[in-house]
């Protein structure tokens, strides 16, 4: 059964470094997600992404946040310059359909970002 | 942001009884509800769906009932097995010019005694 994957697992970074996280998304898929879950906390929308922009974002994702569909196959979440409260699991979701329809998303098995 | 609650924490139940878990939205503008389970150290796996046209969707032993009037979902499992022991997730979607932002529960944790 296809499945979305994220690399790496865990990843350990230091306060004001740049992190890439990694996604390959199911590949007949268009529409791309990232959300965070801090610990104890609800799973949050970060955003969205399809034909190659962004469609939504949440208050959370300023800045310091980016994302890129650099080769038709991996979908990546950069931060910038990290922060202790970055410190979440990330996960990447991915769904055939989109805007107007109903659609489920299914989601990778996370990144889990430590910033110490 | 309480949009969507799930207000029970955990739930316990017996192999073979059935489980409810329950979900309530503040947002009238949601038209689209899913309910997703997650394992630990998993990312949440999507279970079933229900749009707001309909008030009841049943996929094998899963069966969410919508309650419109009441902004409240509800998943039920019959019957409920240890496997089904996981954390269970109630989102929620705009339809239209939304591109599939989900506002997701806090979560319930199941679990299933043998």
């Known amino acids: 059964e296809p499945e979305v994957t994220q690399t790496p697992s865990h990843q350990v970074t230091q306060m004001g470094q740049e992190v890439i996280l990694r996604c390959v998304p199911i590949s007949n898929h268009l529409y791309f997600y990232w959300y965070r879950q801090i610990l104890g906390q609800k799973v949050e929308f970060l955003v969205s992404f399809y034909n190659n922009e962004i469609s939504e974002k949440s208050e959370i994702f300023d800045d310091q946040f980016s994302v890129e569909r650099p080769d038709g196959s991996n979908f990546t979440l950069k931060i910038r310059s990290t922060k202790l409260e970055d410190s979440a699991m990330y996960f990447c979701a991915s769904s055939e359909f989109g805007a107007g329809q109903p659609y489920e998303q299914y989601f990778g098995p996370g990144t889990r970002l430590t910033v110490t | 942001d309480q949009q969507v609650k799930q207000n029970s924490p955990s739930l316990s139940v017996q192999e073979g009884r059935i489980s409810i878990l329950n979900c309530d939205y503040t947002n009238s503008m949601f038209d689209y509800f899913l309910w997703y389970k997650k394992y630990p150290a998993e990312g949440p796996t999507f279970l079933i769906s229900i749009s707001s046209i309909k008030d009841k969707n049943e996929d094998g032993r899963f069966t969410v009932f919508l309650n419109k009037s009441a902004k409240h979902l509800s998943l039920h499992i019959v019957p409920s097995q240890p496997g089904d022991s996981a954390v269970y997730f109630c989102?929620?979607?705009?339809?239209?010019?939304?591109?599939?932002?989900?506002?997701f529960g806090q979560g319930t944790i199941l679990t299933v005694h043998p």
């Open positions: 989102a929620a979607s705009v339809g239209g010019t939304s591109y599939g932002k989900l506002t």
